[in-house]
């Protein structure tokens, strides 16, 4: 029986994939939660109501750790179907 590593990463990336289905899908996810995070954070004392908060209790600080354990609790999950602006312009499809 092979026995867990402790790493510095909490949750650990190769659970993250496979709720987001893939490395690529699993970065475009976490980054974008993540300026969603900072914006937020950034706005506070402007009163703005617009942005959502984190969705998660954490005693992460930087936006890209709270984002993470949002998605390893299934808070934040990918959109099936949808394509990024990279994606369709890639795939010709943007105009």
Do not use: W
């Amino acid at each position: 029986m092979a026995e867990q590593q402790d790493t510095m990463m909490h949750p650990q990336v190769e659970g993250l994939m496979d709720k987001a289905g893939s490395k690529f899908g699993l970065c475009t996810l976490a980054s974008t939660r993540a300026r969603q995070i900072n914006a937020y954070f950034g706005r506070l004392n402007e009163g703005i109501g617009a942005m959502v908060p984190p969705q998660v209790t954490s005693v992460a600080r930087k936006p890209l750790s709270i984002a993470f354990e949002e998605i390893a609790v299934d808070k934040i999950v990918p959109v099936k179907g949808a394509l990024s602006a990279a994606e369709a312009a890639a795939s010709g499809d943007a105009a």
